[in-house]
Every structure is written in C-alpha cells, then in structure tokens.
C-alpha cells in the first residue's frame, strides 16, 4: 500500500502537468512529441480547408505580347540562343503537321501533336545539361532542342513515328506497321518501347519513353537515386501530364524522391485535359503544384506559354536539385490545342471557341514572336524563309525514313524483360512459326531480318490450340 501511494505522489504532479499544458499558450513548452508531426497543439476543432492551398501564382517573365515584365527576371537570353528556341518551337510545329497529315494519309499508324505545348518542352529541354536523363511521357516525344540531347519514341502494336531534332537539324523515322529502328544501322543506339516499361537510349543523355500514366515516375526516382548514389552531378526530369499525376505511381514517387532526397525535376504538363477528362474532373485542389508542400517538394507553377519563364524555372529547379540533392514540382499551365492523338476527336468534349481562344490570344509561339519583332532580331522575310525550309528538312527526312525497311517482327519481343518469360517465349514461337507457313501472304520483303541476339532460354513450342 505504502509502495502504491507512493507511485501515485510520483505520478502526479507529472499528469497535472501534461493536463494543465495541454495545447494552451500558458505552458507553450509542451509540444507534440509524434515521431511524424513537427507543428504545435490545437486547441480548437478546426478542419483545414482545402483552400488553404489555393491560388498559386503562375509564374511569368513576359506578358502575352512578348514584353519582359521586370527587367531584373529577364533571363537575359543571347540572341542565338534565343532564336534556337523559337526556331525548335516552330520546327516542332511543322512537324506536328506534317506528321499528323501522313497519319491521315495512312503513312503512319499513330501521332501526338504538341499544338500549344511547344514553350513546355523547348523551355524546359534547353535548361537541362546534356547528360541529365529526361523521362519523357509521350507528348515529349517530339521536341528537341539546343544543348539538350533529346530522342523520344513509342511503339504501338502497328505502328510507330519517331522523330528526333537536334542542333536545328531534324531527323524523323517512322515505319508503318513496324515501330523500332535496329540499333546498328539507324542513327538511335537503342529502341522503346510503348507500355509499359521505358527503354530509349541517344548517345550521352539517354531518354525514356513510357506511356504514360504514369510508370515512369517510380522508374525516373529510382534512376535519381542512383545518380545520387554515384554522386554524378545530373539530373532526372520526369515529364507527365495532369491526368498522369492522378495515378498512384506519381504520388509514390514523389513521396520517395521526397524521403530519399533525389536530384529530380518532376515536370507537370497541365494542359487542361486528360484526353477528354478536362481539369475540373481531374482533382478539387489547386492544380498539382499544391500537393508539393505535402510531399516536402520544393514547388512552383509557371505560365507554360512563356518559353522564358519555362527556362527560367527549369534551369533553377535543376540547379538546387543537383546541389541540395532534393527534388522539385514544376506545374507548367498551358493548353491542348490540337487533339489529344489521332484517334481523338475534341470537338466532341469541347467548344471550338475555347481552342480558338488559346490558338489566337495565348500561343507560346506567337508571344516570343512577339518578343524577337519587337527587338528587331527576327522579320517577316526571316520567317518566310525558315518556314519554307523547316518544312523541306521535315519532308525530306520522313521521306528517308519511309524508305528504310521495317524492322524484323521478332523486335516485338525485345527490350522489356532481360529474360523472356514461358508465355512470351511461346508467342515468339508461334508467330515465327507463322510467317514460316504463311509469309507469302505478307509483304516481308519491306521487314529487316534477324533480329536481336537470341535471348535466353529454351525456345519453347507454341502452345497446341
Ligand atoms: C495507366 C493508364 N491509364 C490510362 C491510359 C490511357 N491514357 C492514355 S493518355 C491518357 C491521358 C493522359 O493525360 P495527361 O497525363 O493529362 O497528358 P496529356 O495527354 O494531356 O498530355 C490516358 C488516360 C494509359 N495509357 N495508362
């Protein structure tokens, strides 16, 4: 009894204290001591509203009709430097034309245009070094630009186009019915694929194509980690799209870029929809940049028509993700003017005014076309001429690729697993048993023969119906 009353003399002054302490201003040093909080007590009930977080500023550092803003945010940008943006970002934009026509006319399976998106991708490519890893989606594919080593491309089971830009030259292969190009006689080391792993390889930086929603976020973190590890002084830029940041790969991988410290800009795309999904359908909260701060990212939106601020953004973020080892959000707003692909068609979930809108008022092109006129480094002649002639070097190098033979069907089965598994294994089987009884039907004399090396194990026979 003695023993228990003593216990109780013990304990109490301790319990009053916690009481008495408990969330109020008159003993403020008590704080909570959870292992997963650092903030203060509360002493009222009171739910955070979702619109805490809300209106982040879209960063810019031009206004619509190409005049800087402050002239202490001017990137200062040289002249050449400034006429290779806006040359990718036209260059870009005949090819989008030339290559969403030949998928009409049946030259190739499939495309994606970057209609509206061009300051996205040319801005962000240029602020990148040129061994950083870039994780594109699929929209990426197509934009290239200066100092940034920039290859993307997709395989569909028919089909694929692949283009690559560089240095103001354009090359672009594409091969109806077929999809990769053999890495000893194309100008790519290596292929990629479509669904859902990413394996694209240029010479110094390599890419990877996924699509889209959204794989690759997870993969880009691991890939982060490792240039971490090795202490290699690059980055990782990892491209989605707003309806990609809704998939559960996005949050995991921001949550590890997050605890594991990892040099990675993760690029947000928000162009107002998600195939026909528009943004309003797609989250409640303030856009994507709004999740940063829960995840512990360092944040900002952008004005993703504003080719400077793009840069400006990008080439900052990158900076302290390679010196801070931490990762960054960027959210660039912008819109989908063309459709979401060739098998889209918008008109049917959206008004033509809205396009016409972001066509004539709110174009990245136009604005730093706006910005060169004004400050006489470009003219009517200049761009006459560069249109006729970007769309020559688009022309003449589709033609070129149309001329190259498809590749060998058996590429179908390469590039995802080192080692093929019994049900692929059996596949492979079975088509080449099928084109040995019926390759007469097919116009195999277009196809590349052989292949990859043979991949390991077995070559088993295909399953009997
Ligand atoms: C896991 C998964 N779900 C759905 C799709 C089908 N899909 C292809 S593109 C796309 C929309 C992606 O939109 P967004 O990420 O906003 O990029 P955007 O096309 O607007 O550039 C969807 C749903 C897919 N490819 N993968």
Redo the contacts with the bound molecule.
């Keep these: 009894m003695a023993a228990m009353a003593a216990l109780r003399a013990l304990r109490a002054p301790l319990l009053k204290t916690r009481l008495r302490g408990f969330g109020t201003a008159e003993f403020p040093e008590e704080k909570p001591q959870f292992p997963g909080a650092s903030a203060e007590f509360a002493e009222r009930l009171e739910f955070i509203q979702p619109n805490v977080i809300s209106g982040i500023p879209v960063y810019r550092v031009m206004d619509r009709q190409g005049h800087i803003l402050r002239q202490s945010e001017d990137p200062q940008l040289p002249k050449e430097l400034v006429l290779k943006l806006y040359k990718t970002m036209t260059l870009l934009n005949t090819m989008d034309r030339i290559l969403y026509e030949s998928q009409r006319q049946g030259r190739i399976s499939f495309y994606?245009t970057n209609y509206g998106?061009e300051g996205t991708h040319v801005g962000s490519a240029a602020a990148l070094d040129d061994t950083d890893l870039v994780f594109g989606?699929?929209?990426e594919a197509s934009s290239c630009t200066g100092g940034t080593r920039w290859i993307c491309s997709w395989r569909s089971a028919t089909g694929t186009a692949r283009t690559r830009a560089k240095g103001g030259r354009c090359r672009c292969t594409t091969a109806a019915a077929s999809g990769t190009l053999s890495p000893s006689r194309r100008p790519w080391p290596r292929r990629s694929l479509k669904?859902?792993l990413p394996s694209s390889r240029c010479r110094r930086s390599p890419l990877f194509a996924r699509?889209?929603?959204?794989?690759g976020a997870l993969s880009a973190v691991g890939a982060a980690y490792a240039i971490k590890r090795a202490d290699a002084n690059r980055a990782v830029i990892c491209y989605?799209?707003?309806?990609?940041?809704s998939?559960g790969d996005a949050h995991a991988g921001f949550n590890f870029a997050a605890t594991l410290e990892c040099p990675i800009v993760f690029f947000c795309?928000?162009?107002?929809?998600?195939?026909s999904?528009p943004t309003s359908e797609?989250y409640r909260g303030d856009g994507i940049a709004a999740r940063g701060p829960g995840y512990g990212l360092l944040s900002i939106r952008v004005d993703g028509n504003d080719v400077f601020a793009v840069y400006k953004v990008t080439r900052e973020a990158r900076r302290r993700a390679v010196a801070e080892n931490r990762p960054v959000l960027i959210e660039a707003m912008t819109y989908?003017i063309g459709h979401?692909?060739t098998s889209d068609d918008s008109s049917a979930y959206r008004s033509v005014d809205e396009v016409h809108y972001w066509d004539q008022q709110d174009h990245p092109i136009s604005r730093l076309r706006h910005f060169l006129l004004r400050r006489g480094w470009w003219d009517e002649e200049q761009e006459k001429g560069w249109r006729e002639s970007s769309r020559r070097m688009v022309l003449e190098s589709f033609s070129a690729a149309e001329r190259l033979p498809k590749p060998a069907p058996q590429l179908l089965f390469t590039d995802v697993y080192r080692e093929l598994p019994l049900h692929l294994r059996r596949q492979r089987g079975a088509l080449q048993q099928h084109l040995r009884r019926y390759g007469q039907h097919y116009p195999m004399e277009l196809f590349e023969t052989g292949g990859d090396p043979p991949i390991a194990g077995p070559e088993p026979s295909p399953v009997q119906p």
Aim: aromatic share 10%; hydrophobic share 25%; net charge negative.
């Design positions: 994606m998106e989606q699929y929209r669904v859902p699509d889209p929603d959204h794989p989605f799209g707003e309806g990609a940041a998939e795309r928000n162009n107002g929809y998600a195939i999904t797609q989908r979401h692909s």
